[in-house]
DNA sequence: ATAGTCAAGTTAACCGGTTAACTTCTTTGG
DNA sequence: CCAAAGAAGTTAACCGGTTAACTTGACTAT
């Protein structure tokens, strides 16, 4: 067992204290002369003296920890992460990751668990700040404010005061979505989410398709919103009930595209129709929402909202670092812009 | 900012030293009577105390952190996770950070990157023990080997003298997955993978695919086995060379399988099989490997190779968590069952 | 009655750094 | 010429626990 290099080993072979070798590593320039501090960088190089995070953290009270909060899913009794289910979380996760790491911090992971309290995990190992991906439930959030440490939310209640939070404007975008169906001529669209009224994004997503319907001097069919779960299974059962809507209805009146909020949902939506022998987009178009990888893969390719996930994760983890270093006075509440990727998954309505 | 509550303060309000309060909460049965133990418990239920991890980690020696370190992918200056591209890496994280929790231990996560000192990183965190997803070059490993703590590699080198490894027998799941593509009436199967010497897992499969068609008096094409990155691009840029030896070949001879040694190549491929208006699997089969949910999305679904990657990454942390605690004697090798799921994208061959 | 055990704590050193306060020596200003 | 200021370190307390060694009193065995 190599003998871990000190702090003290390196004062000793300088001949210094080990105050000065605290000083130089931290670059406190008043109190080393340029010649001493020479010696000690040598020393540290020659003896690979590596300080150590944990006596540091104890002793600043600052760890260079980031937590990541994520969502899970229950599946009987194991609560998985939702990282394994929706790409999302791992395109996100590594943009944090990324920036975390090019700033000097490093990134820890936990799913949010009911019976678990994420006061006492960020506290015992005195995170320096959270990011919550997805949506956070209220006491979990309150529980955290407690501790006054920085907190960015992503794509969670947007505005929330003492909390920084990166989105977008998701009316603005439920709306292009919608009007980019209608621009190809689609009038009986779908909506597929999960809860409308539990998750705010999905609200204003919502909102958005609606105002779209109506300047268009449309109107939605209650029987074609659907809410489930943001899943692969959610997406699927949405589009049986999509299938079934779309088989009994006469020509002319059926519906013609979807927009689901989350690609996932549209990837279990499609697998559902195609099943079904209705085809996509011949038969129906559909629009996702979130720009995952995955849309590549599928046959067709899928349409969907670009939010560049990737480089929303290192935006979150810059800010949270800015706030953490003080860089920032107030809470920052940044809306990202989003944009239509075309692939094949729309096309005009045909007669049915 | 509310004042954190220390072992002091429990100890002041009990009216005992804090060394009583931390045999307490580590159990040291023979000295406290049961008492003062429920006096103390009472007080830290009371306080809210939560023990201060950084503080018990620099005392200890023992971190009560779990590294998991991740491939990446180099595009241009950013070299981001791999994570964030194949969601086999996103599964294989979940199953470890759900055992990690159940045992107490935090999941701390890094990308590999050429220029950062693996070692430093685990030892300025002193880190209880690391776990390798994908390939593991050589010099981190020693790297790391030098810091004496466990460590678990996943499909990387098997049999690594003193790392625990796990994986499957990847010969046998090769041979599988082409004898069941013969079993189908298929005779001329490609095999598409990341780089095979590079790659021990590659070469096993490999192997195991060359052995099922020798057994069968087949022998393999040169020109339908392939090597290019285990990605979907990757994969996309084989499935456009399959394509043009199908296009090429005379009937009766023209390849009619592929099996892809991962999941995400099969996606590309398959994407590039249809645009090159390829059907499948009518015209050409394809088994993959892994099973990742994404299997589902793909219409046709992939018939694949399962391996159980959550569950294996449970695994992997339960071993290393065994052997951290002192449960485990030997180094542990662990080969996984594998077996094929049927979907959709094989069927009997047919004339062409 | 007396030494020896044991139960139940306490004390204090320690983990590996950080940092406020202090020292010592040199320089500068009036 | 002497006080004040500044430069370059050192000392020691501290962060919040853990743990080996020690204490104290009660109980046991001889």
């Not at 190992?125 to 956070?136: C, P, Q, S």
């Not at 519906?255 to 996932?264: P, S």
Request: glycine content about 8%; proline content about 5%.
């Amino acid at each position: 067992m190599k003998p871990k290099v000190s702090a003290k080993d390196v004062a000793r072979h300088v001949g210094v204290s080990v105050a000065t070798v605290s000083n130089v590593i931290n670059n406190v320039n008043k109190k080393v002369s340029e010649e001493t501090r020479q010696r000690v960088l040598k020393a540290i190089e020659e003896l690979h003296y590596q300080p150590d995070f944990t006596a540091r953290s104890l002793a600043k009270g600052k760890s260079n920890l980031l937590g990541v909060l994520l969502p899970i899913t229950q599946a009987g009794d194991d609560e998985s992460l939702l990282l394994k289910d929706n790409p999302f979380y791992a395109e996100l996760l590594s943009g944090i990751e990324f920036e975390a790491g090019q700033r000097g911090y490093d990134v820890i992971i936990t799913g949010i668990r009911p019976e678990q309290s994420l006061k006492d995990w960020v506290r015992k190992r005195n995170m320096d700040g959270v990011i919550f991906l997805g949506i956070t439930p209220e006491p979990f959030l309150n529980e955290l404010k407690a501790l006054h440490i920085p907190v960015v939310l992503m794509d969670s209640h947007p505005k929330q005061g003492d909390c920084h939070s990166i989105g977008h404007d998701d009316f603005l975008a439920g709306k292009l979505a919608c009007q980019y169906l209608m621009a190809r001529g689609h009038q009986v669209i779908g909506f597929l989410s999960g809860g409308i009224q539990t998750s705010p994004v999905n609200l204003k997503r919502y909102e958005g398709y609606q105002e779209a319907l109506k300047e268009a001097g449309l109107t939605s069919r209650p029987n074609l919103v659907l809410e489930d779960s943001v899943s692969f299974e959610g997406g699927y059962r949405m589009g049986l009930r999509i299938a079934q809507e779309y088989e009994k209805s006469r020509k002319g009146e059926s519906v013609t595209a979807l927009f689901c909020a989350a690609d996932i949902v549209a990837f279990g939506a499609i697998k559902a129709l195609r099943e079904k022998r209705i085809k996509v987009p011949e038969e129906i178009s559909v629009v996702g929402f979130d720009n995952l990888k995955t849309c590549d893969y599928l046959i067709p390719g899928l349409t969907t909202v670009d939010q560049g996930i990737y480089h929303k994760g290192v935006l979150a983890a810059g800010i949270l670092v800015d706030d953490i270093e003080g860089k920032l006075e107030a809470c920052r509440h940044i809306q990202l812009p989003v944009r239509i990727v075309e692939r094949d998954s729309v096309c005009p309505p045909r007669e049915k």
